[in-house]
């Protein structure tokens, strides 16, 4: 019991209370008790927090817009897992393939939710379509018919169809730029237009003329969703922000454009239904009608996720699909004895060729060379899960809830596992017999159970797109232009900044 302690301290006496031991272990359980119950945190199982956090903003003053670039630094004073306040939010952050493995991989389902952020939130009304969705019995039918799609646009028909249209709009893109005439152009529009129609005809079965005005407008709705979701994304780790007028601007014209996206996706579900033919599946739409003949995929597949998940395709898969193309032409402006070394050797192909991705096993410099594209610049630096459950990572306790993010950027950068890290050199994904080698800590698609669904599709489109222009084209910076940057831009992904190029006919 708790006796007191007489003290004689100069000319008063003082009383102190000193607890025996067994009181105190038992006030200590206590304390850890209902710290853990009022924060729902397993004390002093959590990884280390970095240090100097500031009181409201926490640790964002330090990590500047790229955290990825800072979670590298810090990781060589504080570990591969550590955990970060955001603002608000506290995060724990996977800097290493170890990590990486240790979590999202070994983890099983363990990590299979989205991160709880207002932007997500907002874009997918709750969690509708599949990459904002939590993990639950409706979320793995909704991506298992997705994986369906895309495994049915993987082979047959289906297959030469989308190969087709690639090469199509890859032609219209050096079409477009030979209009140019080596003169300095922003290519950045038309390289977007190029990976949106493809996408497009996987999704309503058709490839739109440019000049087509709902696909025009379409377009402009899916940049203005992808300018207002970098305002939007401060209330990621403010939410109480949310009262700001500017930003709750931001919020609505995403609200505003993605319901004008959703309309037009509306009107070819019912084109569709007008037209369906149960033995012919030309697109996304179709599967969907099938699907839904049946009671079983009806609970989960409705008019509404549709146009949700179609939505998703075509903001989230295009503008990484566009950017990592982007990177492309610019690094191979950068890289001029590359960009020669790749045309070298597509040259042995009649330019006259469409190129496919047939092509790929017989061209393993220029493989390489899009391997390398996607783990120099990689356009999803960080990547967001959330713990579906409590879960042991390492020595550590994740309650169920933590935020967990996965640094791409250092697992691709990382000199533990690639060497000479900052340079680019296609050659690391060769072997010693010239074949493509990927080694397994190559993760631009993410790792474990919610990986990319469209990564066949993406790596198949920048393939055929890059090897197609690089057939065509030799890209060089404009005359006395200033190095342009590389870091690059982060908004809902990164991409390179604005930059003018010269695309110089080769034949
Ligand atoms: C270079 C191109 C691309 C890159 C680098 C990329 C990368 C990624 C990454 C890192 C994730 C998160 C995975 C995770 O949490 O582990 C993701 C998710 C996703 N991607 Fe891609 N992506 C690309 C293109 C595409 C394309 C073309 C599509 C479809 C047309 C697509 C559809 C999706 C979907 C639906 C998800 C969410 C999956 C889920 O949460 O279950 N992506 N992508």
Same mark, same amino acid.
Not at 10 to 24: A, K
Not at 216 to 229: A, E, I, S
Not at 238 to 248: E, S, T, Y
């Given at each position: 019991?708790?006796?007191?302690?007489?003290?004689?301290?100069?000319?008063?006496?003082?009383?102190?209370?000193?607890?025996?031991?067994?009181?105190?272990?038992?006030?200590?359980?206590?304390?850890?008790?209902?710290?853990?119950?009022?924060?729902?945190?397993?004390?002093?199982?959590?990884?280390?927090?970095?240090?100097?956090?500031?009181?409201?903003?926490?640790?964002?003053?330090?990590?500047?817009?790229?955290?990825?670039?800072?979670?590298?630094?810090? +990781?060589?004073?504080?570990?591969?897992?550590?955990?970060?306040?955001?603002?608000?939010?506290?995060?724990?952050? !996977?800097?290493?393939?170890?990590?990486?493995?240790?979590?999202?991989?070994?983890?099983?389902?363990?990590?299979?939710?989205?991160?709880?952020?207002?932007?997500?939130?907002?874009?997918?009304? +709750?969690?509708?379509?599949?990459?904002?969705?939590?993990?639950?019995?409706?979320?793995?039918?909704?991506?298992?018919?997705?994986?369906?799609?895309?495994?049915?646009?993987?082979?047959?028909?289906?297959?030469?169809?989308?190969?087709?249209?690639?090469?199509?709009?890859?032609?219209?893109?050096?079409?477009?730029?030979?209009?140019?005439?080596?003169?300095?152009?922003?290519?950045?529009?038309?390289?977007?237009?190029?990976?949106?129609?493809?996408?497009?005809?996987?999704?309503?079965?058709?490839?739109?003329?440019?000049?087509?005005?709902?696909?025009?407008?379409?377009?402009?709705?899916?940049?203005?969703?992808?300018?207002?979701?970098?305002?939007?994304?401060?209330?990621?780790?403010?939410?109480?922000?949310?009262?700001?007028?500017?930003?709750?601007?931001?919020?609505?014209?995403?609200?505003?454009?993605?319901?004008?996206?959703?309309?037009?996706?509306?009107?070819?579900?019912?084109?569709?239904?007008?037209?369906?033919?149960?033995?012919?599946?030309?697109?996304?739409?179709?599967?969907?009608?099938?699907?839904?003949?049946?009671?079983?995929?009806?609970?989960?597949?409705?008019?509404?996720?549709?146009?949700?998940?179609?939505?998703?395709?075509?903001?989230?898969?295009?503008?990484?699909?566009?950017?990592?193309?982007?990177?492309?032409?610019?690094?191979?402006? !950068?890289?001029?004895?590359?960009?020669?070394?790749?045309?070298?050797?597509?040259?042995?192909?009649?330019?006259?060729?469409?190129?496919?991705?047939?092509?790929?096993?017989?061209?393993?410099?220029?493989?390489?060379?899009?391997?390398?594209?996607?783990?120099?610049?990689?356009?999803?630096?960080?990547?967001?899960?959330?713990?579906?459950?409590?879960?042991?990572?390492?020595?550590?306790?994740?309650?169920?809830?933590?935020?967990?993010?996965?640094?791409?950027?250092?697992?691709?950068?990382?000199?533990?596992?690639?060497?000479?890290?900052?340079?680019?050199?296609?050659?690391?994904?060769?072997?010693?017999? +010239?074949?493509?080698?990927?080694?397994?800590?190559?993760?631009?698609?993410?790792?474990?159970?919610?990986?990319?669904?469209?990564?066949?599709?993406?790596?198949?489109?920048?393939?055929?797109?890059?090897?197609?222009?690089?057939?065509?084209?030799?890209?060089?910076?404009?005359?006395?232009?200033?190095?342009?940057?590389?870091? +690059?831009?982060?908004?809902?992904?990164?991409?390179?900044?604005?930059?003018?190029?010269?695309?110089?006919?080769?034949?």
């Amino acid at each position: 019991m708790i006796q007191p302690k007489t003290v004689t301290a100069g000319i008063t006496e003082r009383v102190f209370l000193t607890p025996e031991p067994t009181s105190l272990v038992l006030i200590l359980a206590t304390l850890v008790l209902m710290l853990r119950y009022l924060t729902g945190r397993p004390l002093g199982k959590m990884p280390p927090v970095l240090p100097n956090a500031w009181p409201v903003l926490g640790h964002l003053p330090s990590l500047g817009l790229r955290a990825d670039l800072a979670f590298q630094k810090l +990781g060589k004073k504080y570990g591969d897992i550590f955990q970060a306040q955001l603002g608000t939010r506290n995060v724990v952050v !996977l800097n290493s393939y170890q990590a990486l493995k240790d979590g999202y991989i070994d983890g099983g389902d363990a990590y299979n939710d989205r991160p709880d952020f207002y932007s997500y939130q907002l874009f997918s009304d +709750g969690g509708k379509g599949t990459a904002f969705a939590d993990d639950s019995p409706a979320f793995r039918k909704k991506r298992q018919f997705i994986m369906k799609v895309f495994h049915h646009f993987g082979g047959g028909k289906a297959h030469e169809q989308l190969d087709m249209n690639i090469g199509e709009e890859a032609r219209k893109l050096v079409t477009l730029s030979k209009s140019f005439n080596g003169k300095p152009f922003d290519i950045q529009p038309y390289v977007t237009v190029t990976t949106l129609n493809i996408i497009c005809s996987m999704v309503f079965g058709k490839l739109h003329d440019y000049d087509d005005e709902d696909f025009g407008r379409v377009m402009k709705n899916l940049d203005n969703v992808t300018k207002n979701m970098i305002n939007v994304g401060v209330l990621n780790v403010f939410p109480f922000l949310r009262h700001i007028p500017a930003i709750d601007t931001s919020g609505r014209e995403i609200l505003d454009n993605k319901r004008k996206i959703m309309s037009f996706v509306n009107q070819r579900i019912e084109e569709h239904r007008a037209t369906f033919d149960p033995d012919s599946t030309r697109d996304l739409v179709d599967a969907y009608l099938k699907e839904t003949q049946t009671s079983a995929g009806r609970s989960e597949l409705t008019d509404d996720e549709l146009a949700h998940i179609a939505v998703e395709l075509m903001v989230a898969g295009n503008d990484a699909s566009s950017y990592a193309l982007q990177w492309g032409i610019l690094i191979m402006a !950068l890289h001029p004895e590359i960009q020669e070394k790749v045309q070298r050797e597509i040259d042995v192909i009649d330019p006259s060729t469409p190129v496919s991705i047939s092509l790929r096993q017989h061209l393993p410099y220029t493989h390489a060379t899009t391997l390398e594209i996607l783990r120099f610049r990689p356009v999803t630096p960080i990547n967001g899960r959330k713990t579906k459950r409590p879960v042991k990572l390492r020595n550590y306790e994740l309650p169920a809830d933590t935020i967990v993010l996965s640094n791409v950027y250092n697992i691709l950068h990382d000199p533990e596992s690639w060497s000479e890290p900052e340079t680019f050199n296609p050659d690391r994904f060769l072997d010693s017999d +010239g074949h493509v080698f990927v080694p397994p800590q190559f993760k631009p698609f993410g790792a474990g159970r919610r990986t990319c669904t469209g990564q066949q599709v993406a790596k198949q489109m920048l393939f055929t797109i890059f090897t197609t222009l690089m057939q065509h084209f030799t890209f060089k910076l404009p005359e006395g232009a200033p190095e342009p940057d590389t870091e +690059g831009t982060v908004g809902i992904m990164l991409g390179p900044k604005p930059f003018k190029i010269c695309a110089i006919p080769r034949h």
